[in-house]
């Protein structure tokens, strides 16, 4: 049962712990400003746009006149992204003269196709050319705003089946968790029981750690609570412990376990964000029906500057360390080291190996279309040849008629 203070969003920078408050200003850039970049992968279906809506109406329910969204569209355009299996949504949460941007990168295309080896290399490339940009943007004399659209988390999306994961969705989730914080999540989790959900979980906590998939988990600072109690006074020492306890509550739920709706509904006098079902209704942000809350609190509150140091710190540092081995290995260490861009093998991509099949297809069937006419054609000219052959006979046949008709009458004048 839901009790009303459950339906009010706990998500928010002013309502952290002061010392994380305190901690992520002092990050934030001069202009008290904080990117956060969340890529949303799964196969279509699975709830990846309404679980981005649903973020958003949730988040800023409380919150409003102090966003801003910006379509995928506009921000293409303005960016000048060519991917264009990769749509960017953008708001800002505004408080305390705090700002954090939230780009949420929805990645439609995943696994659609019917040949999907590499299916993740898309992705993998597009996190790897924001690490790109963002370096060669370090190498440039004025580097006091860059762009940063390098991809903090990523939310993986399982279907919600009692059964196994997918080879390929384990490939995947393997490549992508060496190049950022990835966080898995069961979507739709309302279509299983309780006991489906449970054994689901576990089947792929087993399979994330047989295929040591680095899956990202929330740090717990035990000796910080320690540390603290001598000098600092009862509240901050609490709010320690409440922090402890919490990510150990993360840690436990893991893979979360989501739903995603756009529809709200009644609920003692309260509007709430759900899915309904002749048997009840199912809430978005009721912890007894699913993770989406601390899924939530991970991504916009209490782990928002892990993603944000951890990306930065491990994850873009050895793509740094990668590229720039391979780069002066390369150019010989002769002076300058400008970046030159890596090529991306675009072959790779089952979207291109999806349209040169096609465009194999079409080719194969023009060259049908065109044989046929060609044959209707060589037809047409010898029916012709005919018809013109029978005329002449004709013809022939009638001056023949007509000689004998002039040497019957001469033998008649003779
Ligand atoms: N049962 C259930 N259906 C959902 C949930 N989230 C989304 N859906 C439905 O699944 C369908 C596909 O959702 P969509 O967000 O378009 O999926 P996408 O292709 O991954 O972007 C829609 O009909 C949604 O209403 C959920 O949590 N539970
Ligand atoms: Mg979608």
Redesign the pocket.
């Known amino acids: 049962m839901s009790t009303l203070n459950a339906n009010i969003p706990e998500v928010g920078i002013s309502e952290l712990p002061n010392q994380i408050y305190k901690k992520i200003l002092s990050n934030a850039s001069k202009h008290n400003e904080q990117i956060l970049n969340l890529m949303i992968v799964?196969?279509?279906?699975?709830?990846?746009?309404?679980?981005i809506n649903t973020l958003f109406q949730t988040t800023l329910k409380e919150r409003q006149g102090a966003y801003d969204r910006e379509g995928a569209d506009d921000f293409a355009k303005k960016n000048g992204n060519k991917t264009t299996s990769i749509e960017i949504t953008r708001c800002q949460l505004e408080e305390k003269n705090f700002t954090l941007n939230v780009n949420l990168i929805?990645t439609?295309g995943y696994g659609d196709f019917i040949n999907n080896t590499k299916a993740w290399l898309p992705l993998c490339d597009f996190i790897d050319e924001q690490y790109d940009h963002y370096m060669r943007q370090e190498q440039q004399p004025f580097r006091d705003s860059k762009f940063d659209l390098r991809v903090h988390a990523i939310i993986f999306?399982i279907k919600p089946t009692n059964g196994t994961l997918k080879p390929l969705d384990v490939i995947t989730m393997r490549e992508l968790s060496k190049k950022g914080n990835l966080i898995p999540v069961i979507?739709?989790?309302?279509?299983l029981t309780r006991n489906e959900l449970t054994q689901f979980k576990s089947k792929i906590r087993n399979v994330i750690e047989e295929q040591n998939i680095q899956i990202f988990t929330p740090p717990i600072f035990e000796e910080s609570s320690n540390a603290f109690s001598g000098s600092v006074d009862e509240d901050t020492v609490n709010n320690n412990k409440a922090a402890i306890q919490h990510a150990k509550q993360l840690i436990e739920s893991m893979p979360f376990a989501?739903?995603?709706?756009e529809e709200q509904y009644e609920l003692n006098g309260n509007k709430v964000y759900g899915?309904k079902y002749p048997w009840g209704l199912i809430e978005v942000e009721n912890e007894a029906h699913c993770d989406f809350r601390k899924l939530r609190s991970l991504l916009l509150r209490t782990n928002l500057l892990d993603l944000i140091h951890s990306t930065h710190n491990s994850h873009y540092e050895y793509y740094r360390k990668q590229r720039l081995q391979v780069n002066s290995a390369e150019n010989n260490n002769n002076g300058i080291n400008i970046l030159p861009a890596p090529v991306r093998k675009m072959s790779h991509n089952p979207r291109f190996k999806e349209e040169e099949l096609a465009l194999k297809r079409y080719f194969t069937e023009q060259v049908k279309v065109e044989e046929q006419r060609f044959r209707q054609w060589e037809q047409n000219i010898v029916n012709e040849r005919i018809r013109l052959n029978n005329d002449l006979e004709e013809e022939q046949n009638k001056v023949k008629k007509l000689e004998d008709q002039i040497r019957a009458l001469q033998m008649k004048t003779k």
């Open positions: 799964g196969e279509s279906g699975l709830g990846k746009t309404t679980f929805d439609p999306f979507s739709k989790s309302d279509t989501i739903i995603g709706s899915r």
